[in-house]
């Protein structure tokens, strides 16, 4: 179609607006210089044109035109039509013109459906027009319309047109009479209730263009006209007729009816929808719908990188099985975005939360404690988690332990016991500590109790008797490997010295004794024993100094008689003291 309006100033026609159409090969060559080619310059008496005077002068115009050209010569090869409009030579005058061009099949349509008492025969737009039969209706020879109809129609009959373009090129066509057929058919997507569905028209037509479809999808809504591929949504799971009524261009029609079934849309109704596990155990979810039959796939993520054990699914399946492991210090969530499936229904997507609770740890370091005998073992217990409390049972390394108890019912964060060790050796008390927080359960860890013997003075008996002057010369005993000892010291009197206090712990007590008396003195050494940072009880050993025996007749000699006895009682400074002698 075209539109051109041409000013006529009235020069000679070589100068004058003018309009042409030219179809030429891929290197610009014209193909044809008849049929291909179609020029117009402004002028008088031009066929179906119009004229009209303006402010610029006398204008000539061609309303909307539709014309025909036939490419059937070039079929095969690449050609280019060209629209070209010219002002006139000189420049003073315009031209200009309006295109919207297509290409389409060089034939004409058929309108006839069986049944039909006649058919309408149309050829393509654009030309001059002589119809033509030898077979059919003679009547209509001679016609110069674009459509003609035939009455009584009788298939198999030939009508011929001659068409002539507006270059004055000629080309005959010709169509047999058959009816219009229709295969109406469609496809749709999977149907679920309250799901649009996609309906999609396969129908095909052996002759002209289909043209309208009515859709009834027997479900009560309205019949849906004039849309090919519609998109419906049923209300409720159930088996539908779906009718499908094709229209051709002339009004020739054909139907199909499906029958499809429509599945119920699942869910998950799982509530709450949300589960704490304890790290390194089972998520043990069962999924559920309201619908029958329905199985499940899912994606899974976590924001923390401290979740591990989570996967998608892509397998429907009825229950969600995964070990969590959570190896930091807070609860963390895995997200599982669950979808439900039945049949080919995919249902709306639902988010559970699994969160998933670290492994209470007892984190005390070092594992073990030392005590000494009859003292409070008091330690509060810690944690990578602040909740976190302790039972525990106790397991002791001999017999001669006491005191301590286990706790297998009260979780707490301190263990408090009096632990007693009657024996001589060093033993433990073992602690299985189980942690125990949110819920979750730890793994059991040991805490050893080292417990010492308060370590003792063995020596018997506790005195030793010693000359005056003498040292002790003392190697001091326990029952406990290792023990050294200290002491203080108490005299009988002043007349005994040459003791001392001892703070440094030694195995050996070796000091020389000095009683400058004439009577019995002794000094107490209270004696404590020191083995493995324990101090045992203080012991009390008594030493004895006994005083130096003198002579203390005066004077010390005497005068007898020949043949006569001495009769000398001697005399010492210490009581009882006894003589020996011997003779010069």
Known sequence: RYAVVLQDPSHPKSQQPSFTIAITDSIGNLLDPTCGYYYVAAGPKLPGWDSCNSSGGLVRF?????????????????????????????????GYAYISAYCNYLQMSTALCEGDSSATLTAPPGFSYLWSTVTGDTTINGDTSASIIVPHPTTGTSYTCNLTAANGCHV???????????????????GCASLPIQFTDSSYINQNHITNWTWNFGDGSPDMDGIQNPVHTFPAAGTYNVKLISYSTEGCRDSITKTIMVDS????????????????????????????GTLFTWTASSPSLNITGFADNSIPAGSLDQTLVNTGNSIDTVYYQITPHKNTCAGQETTYKVAVVPAPLLT????????????????????????????????????????????????????????????????????????????????????K?????????????????????????????????????????????????????????????????VNSGNTFESVTYHITPHA?????????????????????????HKEICNNLNTNITLVSNVAGGLFSWTCI
């Open 265 to 292: 849309l699942p869910d998950l109704n799982n509530n709450p929808l949300y589960k704490r596990i304890c790290s390194n155990s089972n998520t043990n979810i069962v999924l559920s719908s309201d619908v029958s």
């Open 62 to 94: 061609k309303y909307w035109t539709t014309v025909g050209l036939n490419l059937t010569p070039w079929f095969g090869q690449r050609v280019t039509i060209t629209f070209t409009t010219r002002d006139c030579s000189l420049g003073g005058h315009y």
């Open 532 to 556: 493995n940072g324990c101090a045992g009880h203080v012991f009390n050993f008594v030493v004895r100094v006994n005083p130096t025996p003198a002579l203390m007749n005066t004077p010390l």
């Open 172 to 190: 005959a066509i010709t169509q047999t009479l058959t009816y219009t057929v229709i295969h109406s058919n469609f496809t749709y997507s999977s």
């Open 449 to 513: 109790v080292i417990v010492f013997p308060f370590p003792d003075l063995s020596n018997i008996p506790l005195a030793d008797t010693l000359c005056n002057n003498i040292p002790t010369n003392l190697t001091l005993t326990s029952h406990v490997a290792n023990t050294l000892f200290t002491w203080t010291c108490t005299p009988s009197s002043g007349n005994i010295t040459g003791w001392n206090n001892n703070a440094v712990p030694t195995s050996f007590l070796n000091q020389d004794m």
């Open 364 to 447: 005390n370091y070092p594992l073990s404690q030392s005590i000494c005998d009859s003292t409070l073992f008091n330690i509060n217990l810690t944690s990578n988690l602040d909740s976190t409390k302790f039972t525990w049972t106790c397991t002791a390394s001999s017999g001669n332990l006491s005191g301590y108890s286990a706790n297998t019912v009260n979780p707490v964060t301190v263990i408090s016991q009096v632990i007693y060790n009657s024996g001589y050796t060093v033993d433990t008390v073992t602690y299985h500590l189980i942690p125990r927080a949110l819920g979750c359960v730890g793994v059991e860890t040991d805490f």
